[in-house]
Every structure is written in C-alpha cells, then in structure tokens.
C-alpha cells in the first residue's frame, strides 16, 4: 500500500473516508471514562480528557488508517526549506 501523499487523486478520495469518523471517534473517546459508574472519582475534574485532546487523538487514528505518514527524508525536506525561508543557517545530517 502506498503512502497517502503518493496516491492518485482517486485513491486519496476513498481514504478520506476515515474522516468522516472523527466526530464520532472523538464524541465516544470525550464521554467514555464519564460512563465508568465503578469508580468513585469526578471524571469532570480529570484535566487529561478535554474534548481538544478527544479530537485530536480522532484525527491522529484517521490520519494513520489513511496511511499519512512522513518519511524522515520528508521531514527534513520540510525543516530544512522552513529554515532557509526564515534564513537560518543549519544543516541537518
């Protein structure tokens, strides 16, 4: 399988797919550990489980279902044009 960023146009539109998911995914990771009636706890005092963390984490598992992912010779391709732009000198190697 292919990496999303090398695919055609029409199999980038099929695994767009797993993004229709993500309010779903993040509703249920967002309300999962209130419906815990076994421990004695106040889960709205829990301060990991924000609904930003929620849909964050949604779209990080679209995103690796989808097979989007970076090389690390993309991501220096990447820093190193971001650096040049800003006029830093560094090289990676």
Known sequence: MRKFQNCPWYVKFWRYRWYLLIPLDAIIMYFTPWTDVDSGENKLDDTWNTWEQSWSISIGLAQCKMK??????????????????????ITLK
């Not at 989007?68 to 830093?88: A, G, M, N």
């Open 68 to 89: 989007w992912f970076y090389s690390t010779e993309d991501v220096k391709k990447q820093l190193i044009h971001k650096f040049k732009k800003k006029k830093f000198l």
